[in-house]
Nanobody, 119 residues
Framework: QVQVVESGGGLVEAGGSLRLSCAVS????????IGWYRQTPGQQRELVAT???????KYGESIEGRFTISRDNGKNMVYLQMNALKPEDTAVYYC?????????????WGQGTQVTVSS
C-alpha cells in the first residue's frame, strides 16, 4: 500500500506564499504521475498540478502561473510552491500518486492539508 502524506498547509494573507509537501512511500520516479488537487465544500476536486517522469508538467487553469510543482526523487517528496495566493485558493489540498502494475491502474490519496487565504 502506497502511503501519501501532505503537510505545510496553514493560514496566510492574500499575496503571501506557502509551500506544501507530499511524502510518498516509494520511489517518486517509479510512479506514473504525482499530483496536487484541491477541494472546497460542495465542489468537485480540481486539478492544481501534476508532475511525471514521462509527461509534461501540467497545471490547472486557475493557477495562472502562480504555483510551481517540483520533486526530489532522492527524498521521495513532491512540493507545491504557492505564490501570490488569493482568497479563492482557500481549499483542502490533496496529493495523490498514480501507478500501473500490469494493465491495472492504481491511485493513492493523502488525507489533505487545509490552506486558508485571508483577504
Amino acid at each position: 500500500q502506497v502511503q501519501v502524506v501532505e503537510s505545510g498547509g496553514g493560514l496566510v494573507e492574500a499575496g503571501g506564499s506557502l509551500r506544501l509537501s507530499c511524502a510518498v512511500s516509494g520511489n517518486t520516479f517509479s510512479f506514473k504521475r504525482i499530483g496536487w488537487y484541491r477541494q472546497t465544500p460542495g465542489q468537485q476536486r480540481e486539478l492544481v498540478a501534476t508532475i511525471s517522469e514521462s509527461e509534461p508538467t501540467k497545471y490547472g487553469e486557475s493557477i495562472e502561473g502562480r504555483f510551481t510543482i517540483s520533486r526530489d526523487n532522492g527524498k521521495n517528496m513532491v512540493y507545491l510552491q504557492m505564490n501570490a495566493l488569493k482568497p479563492e485558493d482557500t481549499a483542502v489540498y490533496y496529493c495523490n500518486a498514480e501507478w500501473v502494475t500490469g494493465t491495472t491502474g492504481w491511485v493513492s490519496w493523502g488525507q489533505g492539508t487545509q490552506v486558508t487565504v485571508s483577504s
